[in-house]
């Protein structure tokens, strides 16, 4: 089916007269009430490596859903691939033809299969196909490995490979999917890297762009898409930024700055900002947690007081979500100990959801649908299941008694439709989210954990969600908010950690949370730790320490 | 077809109410449809208290069966060992009374215990190995066939203690053998637990979503034990109440029962209350097709038939439930 040969030489297809291998204008898309995307224009030349690059909210996922077909962007925007006009929204069927494919963060590999059945996944599967030839197909993907270097055994499994190694085989592999089509009409195709640095240590970075070299040394191009500031310098040859569903700029590479480019993405430069909301509030210590280790968390301190709120933050693959699960007990902790209220000090890794509630701590997970509520089961079962031992009177579970708590509860936090009796999914994500935000604060929880806790969410449930946190941590309830959202961490916080691969790197407090500043310091928190020169040997620590 | 497709726009939420309704009974009302349709095709033999009686005492077990069945399923684990669970406890009654003069009711008890056993023995391995519950009771299934025919050496044993046969079919009440109301005091039990105590609502969220249940400080691991063994009682108390109807213990009829006994499960999750398993829905189901295959058999219609039934109203149940549902996932995975 295929033939192996050395590559045709398309560097000539790649010189200035030809026409850039991808290039979108006047793309926008709108979300109901919200202008996601607005007239964003992108032009990808052949052969180079163009960086995409945007603070959360910026529209660029959005814009990668629509390369990939999985939004239609609204009506006027216009798509070339190599000069030929692609109609919009793109279909799974247009890709091969164009020479387009994708690399997401997931990967998308089938772990429990080879390195060599994900390889020739596509040839394999392909329809028409009644025989695999299993020994051409052998050749054919060892043949593959030698030619990008990959020191990879075809025979082994994807889960036991290196993440590196995965993520190497990966790009491989999108590379390949394009490279025939490509071959045969001599033209350059278009490799998409959506986020793939993130869980990769530092070498692991550079075999990426070696790799990325390569592929680019045959004419083809790749898009991408990186939180990291870094490493679109060291890799990209041009750049464009997003920031509120606009292009704020597109840059050659060589000639921009990091402090450049963080303006462009947060859209001023950073000098003083007059933030009077923010003053520095002194707190009674609630929880104090030392050496946290444990699923991305390598070694981190932390203090909350008593009714204050810390947002944790980070760029993505920094660990900073996963640190209210461990505290729970959610997820297992490999090392930590953790004080309430200056008491005895216990191991982390000892805590259990049931030790937590029982410490009267509660935990809002970020994925509602497995974690949050169930939603086949009433309103009223998911609003009260952490409590159901008390409505117990008498022999009887007292159902009543039940729907009536729910009806009053989903009255206060504003629950539409305040029905105990429908099941939870039959509710909007927000008025869902404002289920299980009266589940814990019904206990009056001295502790609560949110990770995203308002994502999928509108902007009214937002604003009453922030405000009984407020309430509630004005009364002396403690509360940790992981998110990666900037503008939500300054309305509520008090004090805001960042982290980095794993570690806290700075800590934002008083005039410092604010929205800007915040995301600043996600760009920069890599810098800030020197966490790349060494990845982390040992745990540096540069932002303000904790009195 | 309904009464709400009548109703106006004005009063939607009755005729929603009316539908829910409707669902809620509807299977109530095929059954009676049936017991007509059957009474109007054998007036003289079909409609008569001595045959509703047989009935009644004849689909006990099956009956206690679904409910075994259901404990479990909520949890969202399969037991399809129930069959066997059932035929080992009533042999083990066999051998033992018969064969080795155990007291009838030493053996009841021991036949209980290996019900028990049987549920741990399925715990060890869906919970703490990790199995999928599905392998797990399909190859218990094929081991404790195999023990039971090792145990009785392939025959039926009769000669069953007379006492048992006298407290499972030797006298009525209201009619009724005593054997149904065996199956009705487990349903009562059952009814109990799922619905008015704290543990009902946990063994729910257990099933439907295990890591909810967990960050709700739910001990799921044990409460899933728990339903196992539950059912492996159930189902052993089943296997009493089969020695008792038949007066002797037979290792091979019982597993006739399982496919019967899973459908009623299915189908009684659409009715009564729709959309969970619950007692008085897998007991009505299971009267609903013990009363199919009575009628079928009474018309008579060759004994093929009765298979084709029991694997056709599974498929159809599990459908329907499915349906009833809407496009909610599945519980079971």
Redesign the interface.
Known sequence: MTTVEDLPRNTEAASQAAPPTLRLEDISKTFRATRALNDVSLTVKPGEVHGLLGANGSGKSTLVKILAGFHAPDPGGLMRFNGEEVSLPLMPSDFRRLGMSFVHQNLGLISSLTVLENLRLAQIALPGGHFINWRREKAAAEQTLERYGLDITHWRRIDELSAVNRALLAIVRAFEEIRVECESTGKPGLVLLDEPTPFLPKEGVEKLFKLIRQITEHGSSVLFISHDIDEVMEITDTATILRDGRVSGEIETREATHAKMIEMIIGRSLSKTENAEHEERHFEPFLSVKDLEGDGIRSCDLKVGCGEIVGLTGLIGSGYETVPYLL?G?IGAKAGRLAIEGGRETPVAEMT??K??RENFA?L?GDRP????????PVY?NML??D??A??KG???R?GTMRREARKLGEEYEVRPNDPDI?L?ALSGGNAQKVLIARWMKRKPRLLMLDEPTQGVDVGTRASIFEALRTAAADGMSVICASSDSEQLAEICDRVLVFARGRIVQELTGAAVEKDLITQACYASLDLAGLRATDGQKPLRTGNEHD | MTKAGQASAADRTSSVRMTRLFERYALLLVWLLLIIGFSIALPNSFPRWGNFSILFASYAPAALLALAIIVPLTAGDYDLAVGATMTLSSCIIGVLNVWYDVPIVASILLALAAGVAVGLFHALFIIYFRIPSLVVTLGSTSLMTGIVQLITNSSTIGGIDNALIMAVVGGRLFGVPYAFYYALGAAIVMWYVF????L???L??VG??R??A????I?VERVRIGALVTSGLVASTAGVVYAGVLGSADPYSGLNYLLPAFAAAFLGSTTIMP?RFNPWGAIVAVYFLGTGITGLTMIGIPLWVTNVFNGGALILAVTISQLT?GR??P?IG
């Not at chain 1, 497995?370 to 089961?377: A, C, D």
Request: proline share 8%; glycine share 18%; no cysteine.
């Open positions: 729970y959610a959801p049931k937590s509630l935990l997970p497995t974690q949050g509520g169930v939603g086949s089961i079962e299941l952490p159901i031992g409505y117990f022999g009887f579970l159902n099941n999914a | 619905d008015f105590t704290p009902g609502r946990r729910l969220f439907r979503g890591e909810v967990r960050l709700n400080g001990a959309g549902r909610e996932a519980d």
